[in-house]
T-cell receptor, first 116, second 114 residues
Framework: EADIYQTPRYLVIGTGKKITLECSQTMGHDKMYWYQQDPGMELHLIHYSYGVNSTEKGDLSSESTVSRIRTEHFPLTLESARPSHTSQYLC???????????????FGPGTRLTVL | KNQVEQSPQSLIILEGKNCTLQCNYTVSPFSNLRWYKQDTGRGPVSLTIMTFSENTKSNGRYTATLDADTKQSSLHITASQLSDSASYICVVADRGSTLGRLYFGRGTQLTVWP
C-alpha cells in the first residue's frame, strides 16, 4: 500500500462554493499529479508538478488550480464549483525506478466530488 | 494520434477460471507499458511495467505480455478469485517528453462470480 493520502474521500457541495482537495505523500517523491476520472472513462491528467514551486497544466483543460509549497503536499482548489466539476479526482506521485524512464506512479484513494 | 484501446469493455467469469484482457496502442515513441488494477472507489494499483525489451512479466497470478512490433499487450489472470473483480487499466508511456506522457485506456471491467 502506497503512502499517499487524499481528503476528503467524498464531498457533496453546492454550486459556487470554493473547495480544496488535499493530497499528501510521505515517500519523498518529487513528481506529483492530479487526474480526473469519470465512470467508465480513462484518467485525464489535469495538473502535475516536478517539485516545490513547480506546477504545470495537464492535457485536460481544468478550471482548478494547484500549488506545491512543500514536497509532500499538492492541494487542488476550485474557486467556484459547478455541476460540470462532478467527477472523481485522483492524486498520484512517482519516482524514477528504471533506466528507461519507468516512473512508478502511486495513486491515492481518490476524492469523489458531487456539485449540486 | 496516440491512443490506447482495451478489449473487452467488460467480462464476467466464474471463480477459478482463467481470462485474458487485451490492449492495443498507437503511442509513439514507445517507452513502457503498465497494467493497473483499480478497485471500485479506489485509486489504481500498479501490477506490471514492461519496457520495449521485455516480452513478459509476471506478478503472482497476473502475467502480462508485450509485442512491441504489433503494439499489443495482454494481461492473463490465472485461477481467478473474487477479489480479482476490478477494472484493469492499460497505460502506455511515451518518451517524447521529459514528463514521460502517459496514455490511459478506459479499462476492462472484470467481474468474478462464485
Amino acid at each position: 500500500e502506497a503512502d499517499i493520502y487524499q481528503t476528503p474521500r467524498y464531498l457533496v457541495i453546492g454550486t459556487g462554493k470554493k473547495i480544496t482537495l488535499e493530497c499528501s505523500q510521505t515517500m519523498g517523491h518529487d513528481k506529483m499529479y492530479w487526474y480526473q476520472q469519470d465512470p467508465g472513462m480513462e484518467l485525464h491528467l489535469i495538473h502535475y508538478s516536478y517539485g516545490v514551486n513547480s506546477t504545470e497544466k495537464g492535457d485536460l483543460s481544468s478550471e482548478s488550480t494547484v500549488s506545491r509549497i512543500r514536497t509532500e503536499h499538492f492541494p487542488l482548489t476550485l474557486e467556484s464549483a459547478r455541476p460540470s466539476h462532478t467527477s472523481q479526482y485522483l492524486c498520484a506521485s512517482s519516482e524514477r525506478t528504471g533506466e528507461h524512464g519507468t516512473d512508478t506512479q502511486y495513486f491515492g484513494p481518490g476524492t469523489r466530488l458531487t456539485v449540486l | 494520434k496516440n491512443q490506447v484501446e482495451q478489449s473487452p469493455q467488460s467480462l464476467i467469469i466464474l471463480e477459478g477460471k482463467n481470462c485474458t484482457l487485451q490492449c492495443n496502442y498507437t503511442v509513439s515513441p514507445f517507452s513502457n507499458l503498465r497494467w493497473y488494477k483499480q478497485d471500485t472507489g479506489r485509486g489504481p494499483v500498479s501490477l506490471t511495467i514492461m519496457t520495449f525489451s521485455e516480452n513478459t512479466k509476471s506478478n503472482g497470478r497476473y502475467t502480462a505480455t508485450l509485442d512491441a512490433d504489433t503494439k499489443q499487450s495482454s494481461l492473463h489472470i490465472t485461477a481467478s478469485q473474487l477479489s480479482d473483480s476490478a477494472s484493469y487499466i492499460c497505460v502506455v508511456a511515451d518518451r517524447g517528453s521529459t514528463l514521460g506522457r502517459l496514455y490511459f485506456g478506459r479499462g476492462t471491467q472484470l467481474t468474478v462470480w462464485p
